[in-house]
């Protein structure tokens, strides 16, 4: 039996083990495409990384609206809110149009194989049952400096004025950038991380502002993130072997709405061990955790 695990799945393990085990270890996981939360961001990442590429914004508004209803993916998924729907998705895309020009004026695609490095997918192999995937929505070339960096789109709903706190030591992006060796080659120590981030201010959905945060990354910093990751998959493996995954009550409220699993998330009765499917997907990098760790050691 073969355990995937992502950036998502770790963040539930830390916000509530017992929420990991719920959503990730057994049946009865609801998908993550009939979220709202997850269609918004789908369709924002969608319309800007449109725009980035080519400039055109009724293109890039087109494909924010396939990609919240997820017609490019072939089903349809049309959970809404007030503050989270298709207009708003739209209007937020519209608003990062000045901030994506800018971006678009210093940084360039950066190549792979003759081809732009899009939505590029990895798979670090931690052990035999566990391994780690991700999806790089662009890496990037600086036309200045020549500096690489991994580029990431998000949205959030959080009324802050400095948003730095939430993605400076984010550990999604330093993940991600192990692709950048087979992009720029192993001589590239230095390299940043960059988190363009749509902000809704208002009940409404219409109140905006755009965020681009870019933060300096190095070899030390990935070879950390090897090792932690190793450290949490021993540590969810001790939990398996005991039965045991500690409901963390101060995460049952989180942006003050209840957890999905309140209320029932101290219910043992039905849990089922979850049935994996194969995983059919044709990663383009296949890394071993223990041979990323051991070269990054070397090169430091």
């Not at 901030?99 to 695609?109: G, S, T």
């Not at 979850?274 to 050691?297: A, G, S, V």
Request: one cysteine or more; proline letters at 3%; charged letters at 25%.
């Amino acid at each position: 039996m073969k355990i995937r695990l992502s950036h998502t799945t770790m963040n539930s393990l830390f916000r509530c083990e017992r929420l990991f085990q719920l959503t990730r270890l057994l049946e009865g996981e609801i998908g993550r495409k009939t979220n709202e939360n997850f269609c918004f961001g789908h369709a924002y990442e969608a319309g800007c990384v449109t725009y980035f590429l080519t400039g055109d914004k009724d293109r890039a508004l087109f494909d924010c609206y396939l990609a919240y209803h997820g017609l490019e993916d072939g089903y349809i998924a049309i959970p809404e809110t007030v503050k989270k729907n298709e207009l708003t998705a739209c209007n937020l895309v519209i608003a990062s149009f000045p901030k994506l020009d800018d971006l678009r004026d210093e940084w360039e695609v950066a190549t792979f194989d003759g081809k732009q490095a899009i939505q590029l997918s990895f798979r670090i192999d931690i052990d035999d049952v566990f391994y780690y995937v991700g999806y790089l929505d662009l890496a990037l070339k600086n036309k200045y400096t020549a500096r690489h960096a991994v580029l990431d789109f998000k949205t959030t709903g959080l009324n802050l004025h400095v948003l730095d706190p939430l993605y400076m030591n984010s550990n999604q992006l330093i993940g991600y950038s192990v692709i950048l060796d087979a992009i720029v080659g192993k001589e590239n120590a230095d390299y940043d991380v960059y988190y363009f981030v749509g902000q809704i201010t208002n009940t409404d959905g219409y109140g905006t502002r755009i965020s681009p945060l870019i933060f300096p990354k190095s070899l030390k910093d990935r070879l950390n993130f090897f090792i932690t990751l190793g450290i949490d998959v021993k540590r969810i493996k001790e939990m398996m072997e005991m039965g045991i995954f500690p409901q963390r009550g101060e995460s049952c409220l989180k942006f003050n709405k209840p957890c999905s699993e309140f209320g029932t998330c101290g219910l043992h009765a039905l849990d089922t061990p979850k049935k994996e499917e194969p995983d059919e997907t044709e990663y383009q990098f296949t890394f071993k955790l223990d041979e990323l760790i051991q070269d990054h050691i070397e090169r430091i």
